[in-house]
């Protein structure tokens, strides 16, 4: 599956994004799909993640009541709402088809595709 982020851009803080990530290749529709960053000088950290058929969803603490995941398996897209955006959520973010593995969600392939890159202004 071939995955492209988009969608980021430079915004103030308090202000809102909606990223979107296009799947193309394999079955979207049987994948959970998450969303990563990676912030400049740090690791990727997990974002937040859907179940294959959306009934289900799961966050980071630090995203939590501010971002929303979603999906539309017709248009084999996910989507990442973003509000009330902070400077530390400056980062370039990455979609994955994604499994739990303990209590992680963790990118099923080996690479990542095409991130977006968000920039949040203080």
């Known amino acids: 599956v071939q995955l492209q982020a988009s969608g980021g851009g430079l915004v103030q803080a308090g202000g809102s994004l909606r990223l979107s990530c296009a799947a193309f290749g394999r079955t979207f529709s049987s994948f959970h799909m998450g969303w990563f960053r990676q912030a400049p000088g740090k690791e990727r950290e997990f974002v937040a993640a859907?179940?294959?058929?959306?009934?289900?969803?799961d966050y980071a603490e630090s995203v939590k009541g501010r971002f929303t995941i979603s999906r539309d398996n017709a248009k084999n897209t996910v989507y990442l709402q973003m509000n009330s955006l902070k400077p530390e959520d400056t980062a370039v973010y990455y979609c994955?088809?994604?499994?739990?593995?303990?209590?992680?969600?963790?990118?099923?392939?080996?690479?990542w595709g095409q991130g977006t890159l968000v920039t949040v202004s203080s």
């Open positions: 859907i179940t294959w058929n959306g009934d289900s969803s």
């Open positions: 994955a088809p994604v499994s739990l593995r303990g209590s992680s969600w963790k990118n099923v392939l080996n690479a």
